[in-house]
């Protein structure tokens, strides 16, 4: 065997540009699938971690007839002791109580269907985290106007600030990014932001009876912190309820629908409001290990009374987001499909001219002694070995890339980063980093080739020694 992989050796690099081409063929190939695939999954793990982490969890527990008819009568009672049993489970890394259901909420002339979600305030940072998301800055017409006053900003970068009036953030960093600032120009005007365009958000107690209340909804109804909301809907049972809350803060979701609607308050003075005590309409459960939800689910499941309890997925609670994850996968996996196929046949086209080169040579070897079945088998091994030198440099080089873009995602602008934050995530196109999908790509290619080693073995059985010989 190492004497065919030494002649197999000496023979590529006979033919140096044709053993450089069909390398560069299989480099490519993997370098693209793999560049491509790594794009879509990490976009794919973006998305489900801005919708999924951000708010919904990975696993709700719910009363069994909720998620059909999701009302605040079909509430559940989350005792200390099933609490601690689902907290036990080796998968589970917190379990968050929320207590959530529809209102309407009015300031002055102004009204609006709203969520109101009733949290524990610590708890809640493990999951949605709207102590994170609370508004630090805003660029109100007021807070333009001191900046300009300020003659602090050159007139391009005081045109940019003007473009984003209305807009609130959460960090500095956002908005160094819609403003296009380097590190120069962030360490010379950020400070100045920060003390001109400050907001004065505040978060809530666990006891609290404020509220916060997301961007676009304060927005609409032209609220800011310290003013005071209306809450009128309908209570436990059918009760009325209603309530004055004053606003502690102003709060940034990432999906728009969301930042539309949402209310946070605190858990009791959410039972209060809805008149229901120690009752909850879910339990969202956060994860350790992401990739093991089936697994954990079915451990949960196992905890729990199916009459007075179920555990809930991502997919059955977001199932449009799901189904908008599969079509693109399939249209990714469709694309990569049509590229490997061009790649076999450009194999097999490059093996067929290599072996019809090399007819008289293997006619004087055959003629000279060596079996039919070894000369094949050189063929192969040749073949096999282009084959890893294309599998192993493509996986070489695209992995640097695959690294730095997921630690620095490519960030979208203009009509582009439009799009991607009116269906509610952030514009950013990261990168997923090593997993079985890498390998799975080169494994793909190997196999290929190891169809392709099919054709010299074929071809030394059908080779007529004498003819050849004769050419």
Not at 235 to 247: D, Q
Not at 258 to 270: F, G, T
């Amino acid at each position: 065997m190492k004497d065919i992989l030494k002649i197999a050796w000496r023979n590529l690099w006979r033919n140096k540009r044709r053993t450089i081409i069909t390398v560069s063929s299989i480099f490519f190939a993997v370098f693209f699938a793999v560049l491509m695939r790594s794009f879509q999954l990490g976009t794919y793990g973006f998305m489900i971690e801005q919708s999924i982490e951000s708010y919904t969890g990975y696993l709700q527990i719910q009363n069994p007839e909720y998620f059909d008819d999701p009302t605040i009568d079909n509430a559940f009672e989350l005792s200390d002791t099933l609490l601690q049993k689902v907290e036990e489970v080796p998968n589970v890394s917190n379990v968050v109580p929320r207590l959530e259901y529809g209102a309407l909420a009015s300031s002055g002339n102004l009204s609006k269907g709203v969520i109101v979600s009733g949290i524990s305030p610590e708890a809640e940072r493990n999951v949605s985290n709207p102590y994170h998301r609370l508004v630090k800055y805003a660029f109100t017409p007021e807070t333009v106007g001191k900046l300009k006053s300020s003659r602090l900003f050159p007139a391009d970068i005081m045109a940019e600030i003007d473009s984003l009036k209305g807009k609130s953030y959460a960090t500095t960093a956002r908005i160094e990014m819609d403003l296009g600032f380097n590190k120069n120009e962030s360490a010379k005007y950020i400070p100045a932001i920060e003390k001109l365009a400050s907001f004065d958000s505040g978060y809530l107690e666990e006891n609290d009876q404020g509220i916060l209340v997301s961007d676009r909804l304060a927005q609409f109804l032209k609220v800011s912190v310290g003013d005071t909301i209306v809450l009128m809907g309908q209570g436990y049972h059918g009760s009325s309820a209603a309530g004055l809350f004053p606003i502690r803060g102003i709060v940034q979701i990432s999906s728009p629908d969301l930042d539309n609607k949402l209310i946070y308050m605190s858990l009791p003075a959410a039972e209060n409001y809805f008149g229901m005590q120690g009752q909850v309409t879910s339990a969202v459960i956060q994860l350790k290990d992401n990739d093991q939800m089936g697994q954990t689910q079915k451990a949960i499941s196992k905890i729990l009374n199916p009459k007075d309890h179920v555990v809930k997925n991502w997919e059955e609670i977001t199932p449009v987001l799901k189904q908008q994850i599969e079509g693109d996968n399939v249209s990714g996996q469709a694309f990569v499909f049509i590229l490997y196929l061009i790649v076999f046949f450009g194999i097999a086209g490059t093996v067929l001219m290599m072996l019809n080169e090399r007819k008289r040579e293997y006619a004087v070897m055959i003629a000279v002694g060596m079996g039919r079945m070894r000369l094949a088998l050189i063929s192969m091994v040749e073949i096999i070995i282009v084959g890893f030198l294309g599998i192993i440099s493509g996986m070489l080089a695209v992995s640097p890339i695959m690294v730095y873009f997921h630690y620095n995602p490519i960030r979208f602008t203009g009509s582009l980063a439009q799009m991607y934050e009116d269906m509610g995530y952030e514009p950013f196109m990261p990168m997923a980093l090593f997993h079985s999908y890498f390998f799975m790509q080169g494994l793909v290619v190997l196999i290929m080739i190891l169809l392709v080693c099919i054709i010299p073995l074929r071809n030394m059985w059908k080779l007529d020694v004498i003819k050849d010989l004769r050419h």
